[in-house]
Nanobody, 118 residues
């Protein structure tokens, strides 16, 4: 069984910063790509940023230059540093990972709320 647990969400004023963490636990052989997604009320879930096991990254245009994704492979943990936050960044942020257990599987965290006030 694999669990992804997010932390670090909260309420912040526009222009502020937050750092999200996603820790993977369980019987894990390896983790391939990891990513952050978000879903605002009434909207579809969207990709925010993704990072490969080798450290290559990709970002949604809306967060480029403001958010930074990183990971610590030794700790099976991923981070999202969010700076210059805007009210439109308000959403539930979800962690996703491609994890090898007995075979490869796609796993999601429970989500963490980020609210940016204007």
């Amino acid at each position: 069984q694999v669990q992804l647990v997010e932390s670090g969400g909260g309420l912040v004023q526009a222009g502020g910063s937050l750092r999200l963490s996603c820790a993977a636990s369980g019987t894990i052989f390896s983790i391939n790509a990891m990513g952050w997604y978000r879903q605002a009320p009434g909207k579809q879930r969207e990709l925010v940023a993704v990072i490969t096991s080798g450290g290559s990254t990709n970002y949604a245009d809306s967060v480029k230059g403001r958010f930074t994704i990183s990971r610590d492979n030794a700790k099976d943990t991923m981070y999202l540093q969010m700076n210059s936050l805007k009210p439109e960044d308000t959403a539930v942020y979800y962690c996703n990972a491609e994890v090898e257990v007995a075979g490869w599987g796609d796993y999601w965290g429970q989500g963490t709320q980020v609210t940016v006030s204007s």
